[in-house]
């Protein structure tokens, strides 16, 4: 259905349905779709209808929900079965952001909390989860924009790199919501917007969230930033992040890296604004983070037209990595970290308040 966009949420459950912002057809059309079926919600992950690490935990979080939800009539063996297959085929849809395992786990960890019930309490205990990953969100992102905000001095102009906003969240975003937060203090922010190919989600998404908050948004090509912070219009980079390893590197999207080298070789802060269920303690280094390689079409054409000539191989990973040395500081919900990241990201898991609640 069309929708006009007064307050983004990406992610939604509604009447027993999941209800998920379709990212591919904006920036021209604003369309909220709706699921019954968890396949269908698979698949709006995998075609990245729903988008951005914090999203996609929460839409797989309502897919299981929706399993459960499907499967309360059945006896518990063969509902223990059907449980595993959902969270095998929304696993499987995505490899490289941690919180679409994060998600899944949880919310299945509350099935199993269940017990010897009915399987009908443990679709009762999937829905509340997964609701309360939803409101969770918004909260660790707010309080994430609060710490973050700090950074950020009056006048400052951000450079941003893909979408880590509202649409890559479940509302108010990491990345942006260190922008909106500082925009909120009365901070008077700019911010470039780099186009971010192969598909383009900081020109179509970042600057159109940012634009209809009326904050002060330029796009940039993506080869731009570095001449840009040459000449001194640049004051610092906030990036989000799919997975933080054990170590502090950064797995994001593509282009990332080259951000931060841009940066350190300026003199610039990199931040990087995440919650901490995207940290992967068990993740020694990004290095072991495995990479998705997408379809060759998302480099080779521009919203279904080709660009590129033909019979020419094409190599496309949705994501890279940034070792922990080009990372200024790491903001999440519970305080801005600091190098040693290893012993700062373990000590922050370890004594994490409750989601959204200050230390």
Not at 328 to 339: C, D, K, N, P, Y
Request: net charge negative; proline share 5%; glycine share 8%.
């Amino acid at each position: 259905m069309m929708a006009t966009p007064d307050e983004l949420r990406p992610v939604e459950w509604a009447d027993g349905a999941v209800r998920l912002i379709d990212q591919t057809r904006l920036p021209h059309a604003f369309v909220v779709k709706e699921y019954r079926d968890y396949r269908e919600v698979a698949e709006a992950i995998r075609t990245m209808e729903v988008r951005g690490a914090p999203a996609i935990g929460a839409a797989a979080a309502l897919g299981i929900a929706l399993a459960a939800l499907e499967g309360a009539d059945l006896a518990p063996e063969a509902f223990r079965a059907h449980m595993d297959e959902a969270a095998r085929v929304l696993a499987s849809t995505r490899p490289t952001a941690v919180n679409l395992f994060w998600g899944i786990n949880r919310t299945m960890a509350a099935v199993a909390a269940a017990g010897a019930g009915s399987p009908a309490e443990a679709a009762k205990r999937a829905v509340e989860e997964a609701c309360a990953i939803l409101e969770e969100d918004i909260a660790v992102n707010r309080a994430m924009g609060r710490h973050g905000a700090a950074l950020i001095r009056d006048g400052d102009t951000v450079l941003t790199h893909c979408n880590a906003g509202a649409l890559a969240t479940v509302g108010y975003g990491t990345a942006l919501g260190v922008i909106r937060a500082a925009v909120e203090q009365g901070k008077r922010i700019r911010v470039f917007a780099d186009e971010t190919r192969p598909r383009l989600q900081g020109m179509k998404l970042s600057a159109w969230e940012l634009a209809r908050e009326g904050i002060d948004v330029t796009i940039i090509s993506d080869n731009m930033a570095p001449a840009l912070m040459r000449r001194g219009l640049i004051q610092c980079a906030v990036v989000g992040a799919d997975r933080v390893a054990a170590n502090g590197d950064v797995v994001n999207k593509i282009g990332t890296y080259g951000v931060a080298l841009a940066c350190r070789a300026h003199g610039i802060p990199f931040y990087v604004a995440a919650p901490l269920s995207t940290v992967d303690l068990q993740m020694p280094s990004g290095d072991e983070v495995p990479i998705e390689e997408r379809a060759s079409e998302e480099v080779t054409h521009v919203d279904g037209v080709r660009i590129a000539p033909e019979g020419v191989p094409v190599l496309n990973p949705a994501f890279d990595v940034t070792p922990a040395e080009l990372v200024s500081a790491l903001i999440t919900e519970v305080g801005v970290l600091r190098a040693p990241y290893e012993a700062a990201l373990r000590e922050a898991v370890a004594g994490a308040a409750r989601p959204g609640e200050e230390r």
